[in-house]
């Protein structure tokens, strides 16, 4: 451990994006994408979502590593800095639970599965993890695309299993293993 107990955090590198912990530099940007209407339509967070909001979450995130436990979210960002997006584990043991959201200016450019692969081989590959689940709204159809072309698999459905913003929703259920990613085929 470097002097004074600090922990250099992961950043992960792709051919097109940085994935690395979020800072205060980057509220303005994450408030904006995740007060979007179509961007927030199938989140849990609370809206109206506010630069408050934002500061509080980049606070709550300050040095958590992807697989510390619990939800951990990472900026994505181009390499100059711009934030695009952000990506989440919730590490529950040797399991985590996966998320991912871009500003609507970054959709349809492939970088939620870059990012996201790059999220799946960390967590396989470095972490050591077992299984990645993800749970979704099955009118979320991007996401589910997305999920798919990682490799996950759809499990099932539960039927009206939570209530978002006031109505019974389903809960689309999806997961990969660690041996499925490590053996495609
Ligand atoms: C989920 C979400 C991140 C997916 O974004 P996306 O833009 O559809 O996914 P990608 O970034 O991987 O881009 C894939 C698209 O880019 C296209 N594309 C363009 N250039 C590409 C490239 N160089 N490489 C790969 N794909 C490329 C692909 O063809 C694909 O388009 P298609 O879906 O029409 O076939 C986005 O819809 C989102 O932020 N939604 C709101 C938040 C949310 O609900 N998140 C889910 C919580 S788990």
């Avoid at 509220?27 to 995740?34: E, M, N």
């Avoid at 979210?73 to 529950?92: F, N």
């Avoid at 990645?132 to 698999?153: E, K, T």
């Amino acid at each position: 451990m470097p002097e004074g107990g600090a922990v250099t955090p992961v950043v992960l590198v792709t051919p097109r994006l940085h994935l690395r912990p979020l800072s205060a530099a980057d509220a303005p940007v994450l408030a904006a994408y995740r007060a979007d209407p179509a961007v927030a339509a199938f989140q849990g967070w609370t809206l109206p979502y506010t630069p408050q909001h934002a500061h509080a979450l980049i606070a709550e995130m300050a040095g958590k590593q992807l697989g510390d436990a619990g939800w951990v979210q990472y900026g994505v960002s181009l390499p100059g800095g711009a934030l695009v997006g952000d990506v989440a584990l919730r590490t529950h043991g040797a399991q985590a639970e996966f998320g991912v959201t871009l500003a609507p200016s970054a959709h349809g450019r492939g970088y939620a599965t870059e990012a996201g692969a790059a999220v799946i081989a960390h967590a396989f590959g470095t972490l050591g993890l077992h299984r990645l689940h993800a749970s979704i709204d099955p009118r979320n159809v991007p996401v589910a695309r997305l999920l798919v072309r990682l490799g996950f698999r759809h499990e099932g459905t539960l039927v009206e299993a939570y209530e978002h913003r006031g109505a019974w929703t389903d809960d689309a259920l999806y997961g990969l293993l660690r041996r499925e990613w490590a053996s495609p085929d």
